[in-house]
């Protein structure tokens, strides 16, 4: 079954304290993304991968990071998490054509994020 | 301003009503629009898509787009139950290279309620 894999669905941690959310997909999309869901504001992307080795920032990025070291896998870090970082964040996927990512992209359920 | 305004709703309709859901946005280079469902617990997932202007009837749904009034719709005729959930627009400007590889673009989002 094709899917977008998020873990963990739920954590709660505190200020400070390190944590890595895991995306991975079986689809061999190119593009990856992750979005962060917040009420009234919709889903903003906070980065994005083109392919291994290649990442950009989107709309919000400040206090996150990625790595893109295998096509599958699309890891979201938070070195040092603040609680305006408690959200539900969604990894994304999808084929790409020309630097350009297609539609439809593919979401995870998502991992809600309590930060304290 | 956002880019993007979704009608925040929510919206309650009884079973059979026909639902009107709509956005407007203020970027002229938005190509692409989608109309995502998100279920309780569950990533979005793509419903409709369509490209510049016009009509697409898919079933109960039918998205419309007019992009000279920077304006789009999403109907849904005989609404069900099981409709219930948050609908999201989203819009891509498809730029190959730069800074939007495909990046999408939501509106805030608009919980729909059926009611049987």
């Known amino acids: 079954e094709a899917q977008v894999t998020q873990n963990p669905r739920y954590l709660i941690t505190v200020t400070g304290k390190k944590l890595t959310v895991t995306c991975s997909q079986n689809m061999n999309h190119e593009y990856m993304s992750w979005y962060r869901q917040d009420p009234g504001l919709g889903l903003r992307q906070i980065y994005y991968s083109m392919n291994v080795e290649v990442t950009d920032k989107g709309d919000v990025p400040e206090g996150y990071k990625v790595s893109r070291k295998e096509k599958r896998n699309f890891p979201l870090i938070l070195e040092s998490p603040s609680p305006n970082q408690t959200s539900l964040y969604f990894c994304a996927s999808s084929t790409s054509h020309r630097g350009v990512s297609n539609q439809p992209q593919h979401f995870g359920d998502g991992t809600r994020l309590s930060i304290l | 301003q956002k880019e993007v305004e979704q009608d925040p709703g929510p919206l309650s309709v009884p079973e059979g009503a026909i639902v009107s859901l709509n956005c407007t946005y203020s970027?002229?280079?938005?190509?692409?629009f989608m109309w995502y469902r998100q279920y309780s617990r569950k990533g979005p997932e793509l419903l409709m898509y369509?490209?510049?202007?016009g009509n697409k009837e898919d079933g109960r749904f039918t998205a419309q787009v007019d992009k000279s009034s920077k304006y789009i719709s999403l109907f849904i005729r005989d609404s069900q139950p099981s409709d219930s959930a948050t609908y999201l627009c989203?819009?891509?400007?498809?730029?190959?290279?730069?800074?939007?590889?495909?990046?999408?673009?939501f509106g805030q989002g608009t919980i729909l309620t059926v009611h049987p």
């Open positions: 989203a819009m891509s400007s498809a730029i190959a290279g730069g800074t939007s590889y495909g990046k999408l673009t």
């Open positions: 970027n002229s280079a938005f190509q692409y």
């Open positions: 369509t490209y510049s202007s």
